[in-house]
């Protein structure tokens, strides 16, 4: 199973995580990366990290689940959880 994301994907992640979140202001100076943790990032609540995860789906076109709110923990999370739905789907296609 491919559980990675083309640095293409990974940027259009972050990109959605920023304007998603609402983080390209002047409150998130830090850069996003794999290993950034969701639920630190400025002003992350279990609302926005739903609206986030609704966002994924829409612009990578998955299916992510409710059960992935309980699994992300940093944003190496939702890339992963991007491959296990592209890789279902696959399975269920074949």
Avoid: H, W
Avoid at 8 to 14: I, T, V
Avoid at 62 to 71: D, K, P, R, T, Y
């Amino acid at each position: 199973m491919n559980t990675y994301l083309t640095p293409q994907e990974r940027e259009r992640l972050y990109s959605l995580i920023r304007e998603t979140l609402d983080l390209s202001g002047t409150e998130c100076p830090e850069e996003i990366k794999n290993t950034t943790m969701v639920r630190d990032l400025s002003g992350v609540d279990s609302l926005k990290l739903l609206r986030l995860l609704g966002a994924v789906e829409l612009g990578f076109r998955v299916n992510l689940g409710f059960e992935a709110i309980s699994q992300v923990q940093t944003v190496q999370d939702i890339e992963r959880l991007i491959c296990e739905s592209r890789e279902q789907y696959a399975t269920r296609a074949s």
